[in-house]
């Protein structure tokens, strides 16, 4: 009765929704239609922080209510996004901090599984951070490196070690407004409390602890995973690695891991080349163990080390439909409790394996990064297991795509510049020049509100037409991929000038640079472009912007909360918590940028979504005296 192609302009995840459908099982595709999203919910307009409410104000004409307690609809709203950005930075820096457990281990010697993959790596993100390197023995750094990166979450007061990264001028303007993070915990602690019933009754005061606190994610939280786990597991460098369902094989013992972690799944890694692993599998009748990832730890290994890519959110479910997944192993964030079910109707072994996260009704096989060969030889032995007893047909969609990924800021650096003088400069030149109009970031979930990868894919090739350099993380990047525009040849997409800088470079017109935390990465190569010059003083004069079209996440939040705060004119799609002719959305989608930071925008239509993108790129170049 559904027509999957509205769902979806993902081919092989069409095909497994059909086959889903054919096999009696719902995903949430079907669940998103046959729910309706609350209205006054979807507006922010309801309140349940005590329990005199729950309170529900009328959306229509906002202030024509109060809750019990008097607070008004502007106070509503903004505390109901202030524990969003709580939520989406504290998962961001709590996997920060695991990365940061597993690296303060290897300092100490306690870790034989992980090492120092890139000692360039660590010396100059100490040194970014004042840390001596000169005539020093590597891990007398790391141990420095732990001590000072441990105070992103720690600190009780001063300012998180990153800081030295960001732009004097957007410091400036952090400083002036009392927004700059002190330490992840005391400002996601202090979030809290101030959004409790009858505590921060302001919502401009509100806003700015939403700003440090998403600070404390993207310059803080999501920057040490980023960084560390580069550390540890390697930076990476543009290469050709695949995406698309097709990339499971039915003569392989199939294995996905979805999740966020990349610990995770570089154990994995490790486990599916094990010699005596592999000789199991033969042993079973697989030609072999096939790997791929889903979401963002899938995006790190894809960058990284070319590992497959399956899809992104929103065919987590699909990919099980193929009947060819033998174990799906998860770890952290944006799994669906569906998939648990999902995997019980095709047989797919399904393991939680994080000790936070695990799911009622899955097998947990618990990852200790002490032994996490313990946990990764499991799952394979399971998946054999499974591969032995495939119950039922298998049907793979047919569909895989080639991409280059793994654009690194490091690399953005030296492909532009070259090895000797390497540097944004040729970016800013370009920019000056006109040939690159500005650079947007598109990025964040897929949203079963909206067809799937669409949004995305419309508005990154009207970017790119309009001359806009594209760098992208997490599923946008995935939808991107399937869509074939990470390849140098989709520069013919993209508007003269930006065809003619990815054609002398040999680059594509979309960069994709990793997962969600990885975000950072975009964060750093703004300050670089502002560090360079030439292109304003502040993260907030520069001709960029940035665009989440089909989020769904407090994550997605977070992150535009810390873009904005940073001076990224930031649009998301599918839909906004948030009433237009409230006084706290004109704070957010206005006021913000008056005080000197970035703003927020909203299109739900990928087209109106890049006009607006392109007409704020455009005023930053006249303010900068590049126009034309
Ligand atoms: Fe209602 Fe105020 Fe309680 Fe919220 S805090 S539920 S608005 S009484
Ligand atoms: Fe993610």
Known sequence: EYNFREFSTCEATIQMLQKAAADGVETAFQRAAEMKACPIGADSACCKHCAMGPCRLNSKDPYSKVGVCGATIDTIAARNFARMVASGCAAHTDHGMSMLDVFRE???????????????????????IGIEVEGRETMEIAKDLYEELERTYTQVDGEIPFVSRVPKKTLETWRKHGVVPRGAMRE??????????????????????????????????????????????????????GVNMGFLKEDHVNIIVHGHEPNLFESMIDSVNDPELVAKAKEAGAAGINLLGMCCSGAEVLSRHGVPHAGNFMSTEAVIATGAVDAMAVDVQCIKQALVQMSECYGTKFFTTNPRAKIEGAQHVEFHEHEPRKCTNKVVEMAIERFKNRPGRVVIPQRRDMGVHGFSHEYINYMLGGTFRGSYTPLNDNIINGRIRGVAGVVGCTNPR?????????????????????VQTGCSQIALAKAGLMKPDAAVLAGDGLAEVCETVGMPPVLGCGSCVDNSRILIACAEMVRVGGLGESIADLPVAGAAPEWMSEKAISIGQYFVASGVFTVFGVTFPTIKETKFHKLLFEGLEQMGFGKWGFAADPYEMARMMIDHIDKKREALGIMG
């Open 106 to 128: 290897v300092v100490n010697g306690r870790i034989a599984d992980y090492k120092i993959k890139d000692e360039e790596k660590l010396r100059s993100v100490a040194a970014s």
């Open 188 to 241: 996601i602690m202090e979030i809290m409390h101030r959004s409790h019933m009858g505590v921060d009754q302001d919502y401009e005061n509100i806003v700015k602890q939403c700003s440090r606190t998403a600070l404390a994610d993207g310059w803080g939280g999501s920057m040490v995973a980023t960084e560390i786990s580069d550390i540890l597991f390697g930076t990476p460098k543009p290469l050709v690695a």
């Open 450 to 470: 909206v067809k799937q990868d669409w949004v995305h894919v419309e508005l990154v090739k009207e970017l790119i037409k309009n001359n806009v350099l594209v």
